[in-house]
């Protein structure tokens, strides 16, 4: 579970900033939506 949390406290550190160089709140919006439903897809496949 410490593997877990901590792998997804540095992606969530990579976004933050990726989100920094990108600057444009509706770009930055759609990836997010467009990595969390991918996300939720891959991390539910059987």
Not at 24 to 34: E, P, R, V
Not at 35 to 43: A, D, E, P
């Amino acid at each position: 579970m410490c593997k877990l949390i901590g792998y997804t406290l540095f992606w969530i550190a990579v976004g933050m900033l990726f989100m920094l160089v990108i600057g444009n709140t509706w770009m930055g919006l759609i990836l997010i939506a467009i990595f969390v439903i991918s996300g939720y897809y891959l991390f539910s496949c059987k």
